[in-house]
Antibody
Framework: EVQLVESGGGLVQPGGSLRLSCAAS????????MSWVRQAPGKGLEWVST????????FYADSVKGRFTISRDNSKNTLYLQMNSLRGEDTAIYYC????????????WGQGTLVTVSS | DFVMTQSPDSLAVSLGERATMNCTSS????????????LAWYQQKPGQPPKLLIY???TRESGVPDRFSGSGSGTDFTLTINSLQAEDVAVYYC?????????FGQGTKLEIK
């Protein structure tokens, strides 16, 4: 059974940093692209970033480019999102999601971790 | 970038009746060479992550009841829920994955009348 468990969310001040993690199990992690998708309170879904299975290619939404960095450790079956220069508009639930390739639908999602950016 | 627009924003349907919602893409998501529409539908209930219902515009994900169906091609798509059940109350999102960045519609909230 595929399991994706996010962690690392919390309250951070504007301009601060946070690193999210997503622990994966139940599948061959390195064979799949992984993504972060976020959802602001009461709002819709927004794709944030994707990394290929080998980690060689990364993709970012314009809204986070230059501030967020996606990475993965295939030896630990873990996906990361390093978030710097955080803004109020980054407040959201952050979901990790698995897909066969970068341009694909998302069959599997984690439960999400809440990031709140506020002073 | 592809802009996905869903209609209506909210919908109230009686139990046992049919619910229909639409998704329009600003550009075609049909990959002509393989005749596939890069369009998915998700269901999200309160406090839960999204759940994949439909991919390639009309292929039902394993375990999804057959009262859910997807149709359409190119830029215009429809999600139909036949014989509405109480557990179908949720927000429904479409997603295009034809191009990066992948993008979602704003959602249609489905309620019971």
């Amino acid at each position: 059974e595929v399991q994706l468990v996010e962690s690392g969310g919390g309250l951070v001040q504007p301009g601060g940093s946070l690193r999210l993690s997503c622990a994966a199990s139940g599948f061959t992690f390195s064979n799949y692209a992984m993504s972060w998708v976020r959802q602001a309170p009461g709002k819709g879904l927004e794709w944030v970033s994707t990394i290929t299975g080998t980690g060689s290619d990364t993709f970012y939404a314009d809204s986070v480019k230059g501030r967020f960095t996606i990475s993965r450790d295939n030896s630990k079956n873990t996906l990361y999102l390093q978030m710097n220069s955080l803004r109020g508009e980054d407040t959201a639930i952050y979901y990790c999601a698995k897909a066969p390739a970068p341009r694909y639908y998302f069959p599997n999602w984690g439960q999400g971790t809440l990031v709140t950016v506020s002073s | 970038d592809f802009v996905m627009t869903q209609s209506p924003d909210s919908l109230a349907v009686s139990l046992g009746e049919r619910a229909t919602m639409n998704c329009t893409s600003s550009q075609s998501v049909l990959y002509n060479s393989i005749n596939k529409n890069y369009l998915a539908w998700y269901q999200q209930k309160p406090g839960q992550p999204p759940k994949l219902l439909i991919y390639w515009a009309s292929t039902r994900e394993s375990g999804v009841p057959d009262r859910f169906s997807g149709s359409g091609s190119g830029t215009d798509f429809t999600l139909t829920i036949n014989s509405l059940q109480a557990e179908d109350v949720a927000v429904y999102y479409c997603q295009q994955y034809y191009n990066t960045p992948v993008s979602f519609g704003q959602g249609t909230k489905l309620e019971i009348k």
